[in-house]
């Protein structure tokens, strides 16, 4: 059974950073697509950032140049670190797991993946 478990999110003012830590079991993980998605009070929650099984990266526009997704296969450990965070970048975030079709590279939809963590809160205070 995939578990998924988010951790390292807080409360910073605009400017500073944090690291998002999201620890995986129950699964092969350098074999499935993971993503980082976002979701704001009485928003949708969306794509932020995700990495393909080879390491290969896409971020939506809005955080190109301040976050970066990055994994370790060895540590079943998925991060995003997060610089010049935003009033803006406040939400709960999540992190997910899928496995993808060879031919498909992971992307940032929500109903591409079916395995989720509980999320943990990120704060930015102007």
């Known amino acids: 059974q995939v578990q998924l478990v988010e951790s390292g999110g807080g409360s910073v003012q605009a400017g500073g950073s944090l690291r998002l830590s999201c620890e995986a079991s129950?699964?092969?993980?350098?074999?499935?697509?993971m993503a980082w998605f976002r979701q704001a009070p009485g928003k949708e929650r969306e794509g932020v950032a995700a990495?393909?099984?080879?390491?290969?990266?896409i971020y939506v526009d809005s955080v190109k140049g301040r976050f970066t997704i990055s994994k370790d296969n060895a540590a079943n450990t998925l991060y995003l670190q997060m610089n010049n965070l935003k009033p803006e970048d406040t939400a709960m975030y999540y992190c997910?797991?899928?496995?993808?079709?060879?031919?498909?590279?992971?992307?940032?939809?929500?109903?591409?993946?079916?395995?989720w963590g509980q999320g943990t809160q990120v704060t930015v205070s102007s």
């Open positions: 997910a797991a899928d496995l993808f079709p060879p031919t498909v590279p992971a992307g940032l939809l929500v109903s591409e993946y079916a395995n």
């Open positions: 129950g699964y092969p993980f350098s074999t499935y697509c």
């Open positions: 990495i393909d099984r080879d390491g290969s990266t």
